[in-house]
């Protein structure tokens, strides 16, 4: 077999019939040097597959994790660039080339970091919704810049990079048990450039069995986690972004079914900026906020000098 052109790391734990549909996904790509590495974070049982050439397993013993996984499987990748799959989600058959086309041509400040757009799918199999990543400069700061509408944040799965620049900013932040991409991209653009392709390479699945986004407590702990860790690069950003960041977690927490911990997290974007966080509201909601924010106070003065 030539050397891969692109390493595809799949983390799994406990789900065999949906790691299948990823691994048949990975292995319908339409370029042929591709090398899948397997990340098996300790099922019951092992995960047992069919002898593909294209395929490595590698079995971890304790149960370490999914950034641990997603760590481990970069270090062992053996082509230059590498993606991630996660074993409940599927890749569209163009992935793989349509990212390395883009990073064969693309003119942005090395190194570069290739996302394509994502799209969200309900428990049928149809399309709920298609998230377009921006293209941001080396420098800037993921999910805190200022985007066009029909762009999103949320396509940080469909990331193709350099193994050796993931692995020098320390990879994936292993004392995260949820929020690692958001964490991740961080401390990856500010020192890679990111391009956006507005073309669905990654099918994200709704379905039945456990997520990281079901365990209502390591979210909330781990997005607490993430503001205090990455609160210097938060507060040299206009408050309307911080508050943005923190309505899009209440939203993520209502879409979840957790209302009380959502309107709590509201209450904490509409401190950070009320105006912003009103005007992020569905109307039937914003007449009867308007007329509570005389009693809501504006972050301590350690952000007062936030530009609005």
């Avoid at 890749?91 to 799209?119: C, D, N």
């Avoid at 200022?146 to 940080?156: D, G, L, T, V």
């Avoid at 500010?190 to 379905?207: E, K, M, N, W």
């Amino acid at each position: 077999m030539p050397s891969p052109r692109l390493s595809i790391i799949i983390p799994t734990h406990n789900r065999p019939q949906l790691l299948r549909r990823a691994i048949r996904s990975a292995l319908a790509q339409t370029i042929s040097n591709i090398e899948i590495v397997v990340v098996d974070d300790e099922s019951k049982p092992p995960v047992a597959l069919p002898d593909y050439p294209q395929v490595k397993v590698i079995r971890l013993s304790p149960n370490q994790g999914g950034a641990a996984a997603r760590n481990i499987g970069a270090k062992a990748a053996n082509a230059r660039w590498i993606t991630y799959l996660d074993d409940d989600d599927e890749l569209m058959p163009q992935m793989a080339q349509v990212s390395l086309e883009e990073i064969a041509k693309t003119t942005s400040t090395e190194p570069v970091g290739i996302l394509s757009a994502l799209a969200e799918l309900d428990s049928q199999g149809h399309i709920r919704k298609v998230h377009t990543p921006p293209t941001l400069p080396k420098g800037k700061h993921f999910c805190l810049e200022e985007i066009n509408r029909n762009q999103s944040f949320a396509s940080k799965q469909t990331l193709v990079i350099e193994r050796q620049v993931l692995l020098s900013i320390g990879g994936f932040d292993e004392s995260f048990t949820s929020r690692v991409h958001t964490e991740l991209f961080l401390r990856l653009n500010p020192v890679c450039s990111l391009v956006g392709l507005p073309i669905v390479t990654y099918r994200l699945y709704a379905h039945e069995g456990p997520r990281v986004s079901s365990n209502l407590e390591r979210r909330q702990q781990n997005f607490h986690r993430l503001l205090k860790k990455h609160q210097a690069v938060f507060l040299k950003y206009p408050r309307r972004r911080y508050a943005d960041f923190v309505f899009n977690h209440a939203y993520m927490l209502r879409r979840n079914g957790y209302h009380m911990a959502a309107f709590k997290a509201l209450g904490q974007a509409l401190k950070i900026h009320p105006l912003q966080t009103v005007a992020r509201l569905g109307s039937p909601y914003k007449s009867r906020l308007l007329k509570q924010l005389s009693f809501i106070r504006p972050m301590p003065s350690s952000a007062s000098t936030h530009r609005s």
